[in-house]
Structure formats: structure tokens, C-alpha cells
């Protein structure tokens, strides 16, 4: 009787742990979709360089992040004229496979060459969108491009600052491609298998360089879209679309008043009420998702203007780095439902614009010049609870990937001490 009440909790031991999901960072705001991890277990105090350097690998131009599952890290980066998919192992950083093609590409205002949008895994493919509109799926094991397009040429986009810039979103059997066409194809879906189109979002809002994400409005599946690309006068703000069809749920205007201006940040979901941000003029703004799929402004928060990096939901609060320039940011936290702001720290002057991950029961925030801190977040304020340099590079804007363990940071821009544009793996396990 004991031996089978045993075997029978080793079986159920056994399902849990096979039912488990795995530590893996498919995207680049991760598994939920907002900047946060279930890991636990993680080290919270470290040596004053910081967690263990697990390995390094060199990178080429380009901001956007890695992305981990099933062992394996997608770097997409721009070497030599190229855009280039590369495949580590996660515990060493060896390559196990590379696919490349010319994407020779020059920024109308400046910024590098590399592509802006970070890969996607889902169910063994990987998904790139490059910065000339080259879309592809590629075998996760192997490479082997499963499918193709070039959407440039396909789809008739609209011109843009930076080329594309919107990361795309896996939703079931569909893959969520933020465009703007000629033909107003704000939004559109494909089948993630094929390519095939399944539907289009008809908008006159074109492609920003937000990435749109997922959220469930009243037991409806939704994509969030923060569009907006180079129009003169600029107009964008956020679609809520049906992930079902395409259909246009609402279309709320939020867009800087000046014709150079992109909208980065993505959308942040908290209960039926959506933040977006740009950081030019107009600054921040919530908006609340009625039962009928209308939409309305809750409030404006014009300080709240995060940039290159996206707020994070917890507690009720929005938590997020504002401010377009260094010397004006600033790490602040707004209610949710009232729109007031609870507290501004510029946290010594240390991480001026950075990245939030939320895991383990606080915040890892990424300064944008290489440093590392484990942040305590309350709607009280901000402590700093360790910190570490781990390099001195600018335009390190990229969000940090978590997984199994192991934090990925990507160091963008060459830095003191003659050290190269890499991606860095971290140890948090104490391995």
C-alpha cells in the first residue's frame, strides 16, 4: 500500500515536472509578453564585478536582443554588409549553425545598419524580420529556412526612418507582422507554417518601432499595436485589433507633434487599461478598453515619456525609465488606475536610461552604459539592493534575456578598455 501510494506521487512528480514549462526567453519581453520571469532561486548578492561570466560571444551591429528555448540562443545581428542568424549553445556560447544574406542598408537619419527587431522562437522555428523587410522562418535545430518572404517588394511598404523596426508576435498558429502598406495593411497575419496571409489590419497607420503583443480583453483574444511610421504630419497611436480576423477593434491617436519622431516603447497591459509612451512631445498616456471594444484616454502623463526601453506592470503601478535624453532621466512609478505619479528617482545618476526584468521577487534594471543592479520597486520608492559594472559602452539599450540561470547582455557599441561589441552570458545560479 505505501510502495503504491509511492510510485503513485513519483508519477505525479514526474507529470508536474513534464508538464513544467521550460526557462526559456522566446521573445524579447520574454515568456509573458512584459518584461518578466517565473525563475526563482536567482543570486541577489554578488562580488563587486559582479555574477560569474559564464562566456562571451562577438556581435556586429545592431540593438536587438537574444532569445533563448530548449538550450539554445538566436543572436541577430549585421556583419560585413549581411544580416546574419546566429545559433549558440546557451552553456557555452559555441556556434552550432549561422544563416546570412546581403541586407546592405543606410538610415536616412544616421543610426547603424543593423537589423532593429529581435528573433522569435516558437515550436522549433525561429522568425526574423530584417531591416529591408526580409521575413523568414528557420529550423531551430538546424537553420534550414523553412519559408521566405520579402515583404518590401510583396507588400509595397511605406518608407520608414530605420527600416522595419517592429519585432513580430507569435499568437497560436499565426505570426503578428506590424507593416503599413500602401494599401493602409497596418497589421498583418500569417500563417506561421507557410507564410501564407491569413488576415490584414486595414489602417492608414503605418509601421513604428514599437512591437505589438498580446493581451485578453473581456475573454477576447487581441493584438496591441503601437503604430505610427513617417508621415508628414505624423499621426500613429494604438490599434486594438481582433487576433481572431484583423478587425479594427479601436484606433486611440497618440503621436509626437514633430515630423522626425518614432514610437518605440511597446504597449503595457494592466487589467483593461494599456499604457504607450513616446518621448519627443506628447509623453505617455493610458488607455482604458471598454466591454464594447471602445476605447478611451484614462489619463496623460506627459513626464512619462519612456523611449527606447518599455515600462514594466506590477502592483497596481507602471515602473519604467523616462526621458528622451540622459540628462533628464529618470526612474518613475505611476498608479495605474489613478494616473498619478508616485515617486521620480534619477538612482544617482548611475543607469540614466535602462531596462527592467522583473524575476524572483525584484527588479534586474540594465543601465545603458553597462551596469547591472538588482532594484527593490515599491509604489514607496526605488532601493537599490546590489549593483555591478560590468562594462563602459554606450547605446547599451538593448533589454537583458534571462533563462535557465543565465542572464544575456548585450554590450552594442565598442567601450573602454578596447572592449568590441559582444554578447555576454551571465551566471544568476551560482553555477
Not at 32 to 52: A, F, I, M, Q, V
Not at 274 to 280: H, K, L, P, R, T
Request: aromatic share 10%; hydrophobic share 40%; glycine share 12%.
Amino acid at each position: 500500500m505505501i510502495a503504491g501510494r509511492l510510485v503513485s506521487k513519483i508519477a505525479v512528480v514526474m507529470l508536474l515536472a513534464a508538464s513544467a514549462p521550460a526557462a526559456d526567453w522566446p521573445r524579447y519581453l520574454g515568456p509573458n509578453n512584459d518584461s518578466s520571469s517565473s525563475e526563482t532561486k536567482l543570486l541577489h548578492e554578488w562580488p563587486k564585478e559582479g555574477p560569474h561570466k559564464l562566456w562571451e560571444y562577438p556581435k556586429g551591429d545592431g540593438h536587438t536582443g537574444p532569445v533563448v528555448a530548449g538550450g539554445r540562443v538566436v543572436l541577430f545581428h549585421a556583419l560585413d554588409g549581411h544580416e546574419v542568424i546566429d545559433c549558440l549553445d546557451a552553456a557555452t556560447g559555441a556556434r552550432q549553425w549561422r544563416v546570412s544574406y546581403p541586407a546592405d542598408y543606410q538610415a536616412q537619419f544616421g543610426a547603424g545598419p543593423g537589423p532593429r527587431t529581435a528573433p522569435v522562437i516558437d515550436g522549433g522555428l525561429v522568425f526574423t524580420l530584417g531591416i529591408k523587410g526580409t521575413l523568414q522562418a528557420l529550423d531551430l535545430a538546424t537553420g534550414a529556412v523553412k519559408w521566405k518572404r520579402e515583404l518590401a517588394s510583396e507588400y509595397k511598404l511605406l518608407p520608414t526612418f530605420f527600416g522595419q523596426g517592429g519585432t513580430p508576435l507569435v499568437m497560436g498558429d499565426k505570426l503578428i507582422v506590424p507593416l503599413g502598406t500602401e494599401d493602409q495593411k497596418s497589421v498583418v497575419a500569417l500563417d506561421k507554417q507557410t507564410g501564407r496571409e491569413l488576415w490584414a489590419a486595414k489602417h492608414a497607420w503605418g509601421s513604428s518601432y514599437s512591437s505589438p503583443v498580446p493581451a485578453k480583453f473581456y475573454g477576447r483574444e487581441c493584438v496591441l499595436a503601437f503604430q505610427g511610421g513617417m508621415d508628414d504630419p505624423p499621426t500613429g497611436g494604438l490599434l486594438v485589433i481582433d487576433a481572431a480576423d484583423g478587425t479594427v477593434f479601436s484606433a486611440t491617436p497618440h503621436r509626437a507633434r514633430m515630423f522626425a519622431s518614432v514610437s518605440i516603447s511597446a504597449p503595457v497591459v494592466s487589467g483593461n487599461r494599456v499604457f504607450i509612451a513616446e518621448a519627443y512631445t506628447e509623453g505617455g498616456a493610458c488607455v482604458e478598453i471598454a466591454p464594447d471594444f471602445t476605447a478611451k484616454v484614462a489619463w496623460r502623463a506627459r513626464k512619462f515619456d519612456t523611449y527606447l526601453m518599455s515600462a514594466v506592470p506590477y502592483d497596481g503601478c507602471f515602473f519604467g525609465f523616462a526621458g528622451q535624453h540622459q540628462q533628464n532621466a529618470a526612474l518613475v512609478c505611476y498608479e495605474v488606475a489613478s494616473g498619478n505619479e508616485l515617486w521620480r528617482d534619477d538612482l544617482g545618476g548611475r543607469f540614466q536610461r535602462g531596462s527592467l526584468l522583473r524575476a524572483d521577487g525584484g527588479f534586474l534594471c540594465l543601465g545603458e552604459n553597462g551596469d547591472l543592479a538588482w532594484l527593490d520597486l515599491t509604489r514607496k520608492g526605488a532601493k537599490i539592493t546590489a549593483a555591478a559594472k560590468f562594462f563602459h559602452a554606450p547605446e547599451t539599450w538593448t533589454a537583458p534575456a534571462l533563462s535557465d540561470g543565465r542572464l544575456f547582455i548585450c554590450q552594442n557599441e565598442a567601450g573602454a578598455n578596447g572592449t568590441k561589441p559582444r554578447l555576454i552570458c551571465y551566471d544568476l545560479h551560482g553555477r
